[in-house]
């Protein structure tokens, strides 16, 4: 819901070229070098695909039956309150089935095979609807995708903090700079810090060829991308939500907590551990919470929904998604209450949407100051290195602001006025 200039992840970066002029022998040699460098990379990539994303590979045998099944019971351990949707209601109930406790031990989804719902082309409401929006409707009931890069390893040391952010492919620099900055894997006070981008695949076909094999070097670098198989699109960021949530219960069950936010912020993860203190809080889920906030009706709007999606007058108290934190015991109630929702096409109402299901309150910190830096756009504040210091995220940020900022923040800086947050 922030992301006022729609369609914002439509930034590009290109890869930098660069020549040198260098004697024919020099040359030969240097081709020869390369060749072999690329040769093994291509071995270890290859390795690495193999061992991360078996659906590319093999053909699976419990596809229909495990994942079927299992969402087919999550989805009758919850109940959306009555009339919440409106087209649910009229697809009809939902099959019982038996109750068994199935739980997948890796990403089970190895094809995509969802066709468009064209009955809903018929109706009138759909008609009048923007073509990325039409977009959205036709493919809703798609759940989930299979993933292209894995990290399973992530989450085999005991984590305290798991950074989590939504990235898009042809944003590397933006991941550079959170790597060196505030998405950097360290220990605080013993603790331990990791991170995870999650991506999904580049929405231009122009990008997708050459932008993957970037991000699969990168990957072999870093190891610390998910990607699935889906358009990295804005109404997509919920797909992205339910997808991070089905992996961190397969993958990852063991992390105390998880900061999950945009590329564009400023985080403090030393803050966020001072701010946590050690404690064991099962429930916990803190932002920058908004209360009674109104579905837009206004057709013009980017943010427009027919009352055909969502006809209530307010949507439950949301946490915007610039940054929000949140414990890990909340992953496997949240990833089942997610799967008696349709899902919605803003990605941050759609967690409120699930918070509210398993009746857990979003909490307000005066310290995730997702929407604030809008008010204060001429204040003082938003260079203010000591407002920055004292605060847990900050929207926002580009690259170059980013990484200044942080070296001032981690400079000997010292700070006349104390703002008193944490
Ligand atoms: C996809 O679904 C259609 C019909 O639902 C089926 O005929 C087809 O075999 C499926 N394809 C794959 C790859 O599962
Ligand atoms: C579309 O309508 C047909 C006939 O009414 C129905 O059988 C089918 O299940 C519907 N498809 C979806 C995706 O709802
Ligand atoms: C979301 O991703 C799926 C799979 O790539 C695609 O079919 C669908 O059109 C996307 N939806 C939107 C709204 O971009
Ligand atoms: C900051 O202060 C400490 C102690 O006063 C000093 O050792 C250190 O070199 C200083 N760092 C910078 C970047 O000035």
Known sequence: ??????????????????????????????????????????????????????????????????????????????????????????????????????????????????????????????????????????????????????????????????????????????????????GKEKEIDGKKVRTLFLLGTAVREEERANYQKLLEFENIIYGDILQWNFLDSFFNLTLKEVHFLKWMDIYCKNVKYIFKGDDDVFVSPENIIEYLDGKYRPDLFVGDILKNARPIRRKDSKYYIPTALYDKTLYPPYAGGGGFLMSGSLIKKLLRASETQELYPIDDVFLGMCLEVIKVSPVLHEGFKTFGIVKFKNSKMNKDPCFFKNTLVVHKLLPDELLHMWKLVHSNLTCTRKFNIL
């Open 1 to 182: 819901m922030r992301c006022p200039d729609f369609p914002c992840h439509m930034h590009s970066v290109k890869p930098r070229a660069h020549s040198s002029v260098v004697s024919m022998l020099q040359w030969k040699k240097k081709i020869l070098k390369s060749v072999g460098f690329f040769f093994c990379l291509l071995i270890t990539f290859t390795f690495l695909l193999n061992g991360t994303s078996p659906g590319l590979f093999t053909q699976d045998q419990q596809k229909d039956s495990g994942s079927q099944m299992l969402s087919n019971q999550k989805r009758d351990t919850y109940h959306a309150p009555d009339g919440f949707w409106e087209i649910k209601s009229k697809l009809g109930p939902t099959k019982a089935i038996p109750k068994t406790e199935l739980q997948p031990t890796e990403w089970d989804i190895y094809s995509t095979n969802c066709s468009a719902n064209w009955n809903i082309t018929k109706m009138e409401w759909y008609k009048s609807l923007e073509p990325h929006f039409q977009q959205f409707i036709l493919y809703r009931h798609c759940r989930y995708f299979p993933m292209i890069i894995n990290n399973q390893q992530k989450c085999s040391e005991d984590i305290e903090l798991l950074i989590v952010v939504k990235s898009i492919i042809t944003q590397h620099d933006r991941r550079e700079v959170i790597r060196k900055t505030w």
